[in-house]
């Protein structure tokens, strides 16, 4: 599979993802015209487009999806709950199991914890290669352990560094809110949770949504970097996802 996170932050959320016999996107948080032009960078036509795959419906991960499915007509995947809160698009097929496919692509869902109306995250695979995608959630229930271990790639959220967010202006009520169940994972709920994950087959770790207020890329990247070594683990490759930029492309 091929796997670019186009952007990635508390301003707009899309990732790129193609094997060999599909092409989708997780979530549309950036314009129209950005998701096209980076789509376009890497040599993809958003009209071939095989889905969209939501989240959930924060605006930070559907900004762009009105006018996207108006100019290109994709199918959305999306719950029936989430469906309430996007019943503007007219090409849409409900998640309403553990699995879906799409074309080759078997996905399994996970539900995550966030003050959404409905959430998930996914695990994407095909015959060679596997990619975890979590973020927006409080935290990651125990009994999806077994099936987020030892993929090869993981796109993780490290939203904030909790000593920046107790210090930064935020008031105490959304601090509270970030911080709960239903709230982001920490740089230290995130090393905490990857550091058991890790396996044999991972090869890449991208940190995702980082608060552009209350984090840090070294800091993130660092705090990842010293669990691994505590806990006696390794990756080859980790990437820290910047706002409005996109990732290199990654083959697995």
């Known amino acids: 599979m091929k796997v670019v996170v186009l952007s990635s932050g508390s301003k707009g959320n899309t990732t790129y993802i193609e094997s060999e016999q599909a092409k989708i996107l997780i979530d549309a948080g950036n314009c129209c015209k950005y998701i096209n032009q980076k789509l376009s960078n890497i040599g993809v036509d958003a009209n071939l487009l095989d889905g969209i795959l939501i989240t959930h419906t924060h605006s930070d991960h559907i900004n762009g999806l009105k006018v996207f499915c108006k100019k290109f007509n994709p199918k959305i995947y999306c719950t029936k709950t989430m469906y309430e809160d996007i019943d503007y698009i007219d090409n849409y097929e409900f998640i309403d199991g553990d699995v879906i496919e799409i074309n080759d692509l078997k996905i399994n869902v996970i539900k995550t914890s966030h003050d959404a109306s409905d959430s998930n995250g996914y695990i994407i695979s095909d015959c060679h290669s596997s990619i975890v995608y979590v973020t927006d959630t409080g935290y990651i229930n125990r009994k999806y352990f077994?099936?987020?271990?030892?993929?090869?790639?993981?796109?993780?959220?490290?939203?904030?560094d909790i000593e920046m967010l107790n210090n930064g202006s935020y008031p105490y009520e959304i601090r509270k809110r970030i911080y709960g169940d239903k709230g982001h994972l920490s740089n230290v709920d995130s090393s905490k949770y990857l550091s058991q994950f890790?396996?044999?087959n991972t090869k890449y770790v991208m940190l995702a949504h980082l608060s552009e207020e209350n984090n840090d890329p070294k800091i993130a990247y660092d705090t990842l970097i010293n669990k691994l070594k505590e806990t006696n683990k390794s990756v080859d490759h980790i990437i820290v996802c910047k706002q409005n930029?996109?990732?290199e492309l990654i083959t697995l």
């Open 146 to 160: 077994d099936i987020l271990s030892n993929r090869d790639l993981y796109i993780m959220e490290s939203n904030h």
């Open 198 to 200: 890790i396996g044999n």
């Open 245 to 247: 930029q996109e990732t």
